[in-house]
């Protein structure tokens, strides 16, 4: 299946202004106009800046308002330590794999995946005004505040690792639409907040609920209000797993702006997705939620093997729920060099498997022809991370790949190598990284 690459502000303007004024603005004028902006399209680009723009006719197409150029997400950006920008407009960034190293992710390294813009009360902190709707399928809505929410119900606080679905996605031949991340789309922290059950509880759910909606505050990437940029849910046991939390803080901070703040659903194990940023409303459903991105092909998989560029039918794609057994390596370095005359290393990493714990993980450094099973420590709780570790000896001077190869409590292991997804997701094959030995 072929698809229209997710693009950022700046590469779509480079590659074509005219376009990137319709999708980010509105209409365009005709071409004697040079494409300036003209009705709703001004209208909106105003709404995004702020203000009118009195000489609007003398902008030339593909000029980025410094406003924009320069805008508190950028900034926002730069409190990250060493990610990799995927696309600016929405904020999406990877952690290199060694960055990953700690056993919770800090702050500063925590990978963002958004579908919309942050909101401007986020960026400056101010939750004054916040508050949470539960309402839909429950005998007693509620609007809750910050303080309701500390004050009313448990606080708890857990490791839980998110994933983003679409993590692995540039490895996909042939490629699939979408960021094209590697495997730095995952960060394990130490969430704190209340049970999402426990606010259910009090809400006081329906024999006729099953599913949840999840809303946002993020403004949509065009600026119209009317427009939400993503919005999904999770089933109903799903959000009563105790695990599951509304939370506040993220490593014993107030949650950061680029990552919800002030609060935002955990539902760890799944996709990322599942996980509402900025969150302001639940509602309780009778039926699946039909929200922006949950439709489609959105954080689907294929219900059957394909074949690689095949296209699939909307109804024969599922919703993604528990996330694939997976690992990654944080130490050493791909491409690291080892020092002369010493053939031995210590290597390390992480491993995760959804619903499940990791049972074992086994390393290659002949690529796959002998495992060697690495130390595996216990989970923190169920949904966090698992630390391995274990000291190689190289044979000889040369190149080699080390893989890490995770297995799960039902015998699930990562695979070489995945069938394909139609939007990227959910590839879970096995992290490598390369040495050399010198002589």
Known sequence: MTGKKE?????????????ADRVVFGRVAHSDRRGFLKGAGLATMGAVLGASIPFHRNMPVGLIPEALAQSDESVLFETKDGLTLLNDRPINAETPAHLLDDAITPNDRFFIRNNGLVPQFAIDGDA??????????????????LDDLRSNFETVSYELQL??????????????????WTVGAIGNAVWTGVRYADVLGAAGVKD????????????????DPTKTPISRGVPLWKAMEPHSLIAFEMNGEPIPALHGFPVRTVCAGWPGS????????????????????????????????????????????RIMESMPVKSIITS???ESVLPLDNRSIGVRGHAWAGERSVARVDLSIDFGATWIRADLDPP????????????IRLPSQGYYEIWSRATDEAGTQQPFTVGWNPRGYGNNAMHRVSLRVPS
């Not at 006729?208 to 600026?223: K, N, R, W």
């Open 332 to 334: 050493p370095r791909s």
């Open 274 to 317: 599942a996980s509402q940023k900025w969150l302001n409303r639940i509602q309780v459903r009778a039926d699946v939620h039909d929200g922006p991105k949950m439709g489609g092909q959105s954080y689907r998989m294929p219900a059957f093997p394909v074949a690689p560029g095949d296209e699939v039918a909307h109804e024969d794609m």
């Open 380 to 391: 923190a709780n169920k949904y966090a991370w698992q630390t391995w570790r274990q000291v």
């Open 163 to 180: 994933e983003c679905g679409g993590n692995g996605r540039s490895a996909f031949n042939p490629p699939a639409r979408g960021n094209q």
């Open 128 to 145: 004054g005004g916040w508050t949470l709707t539960v309402d839909g399928e429950v005998n007693n809505p509620l609007e809750l505040t």
């Open 7 to 19: 693009r950022g502000l700046f590469e779509l303007y480079q590659q074509d202004p005219e376009r």
């Open 208 to 223: 006729t609920a099953v599913y949840t909606g999840h809303f946002g505050l993020d403004p949509h990437l065009s600026g």
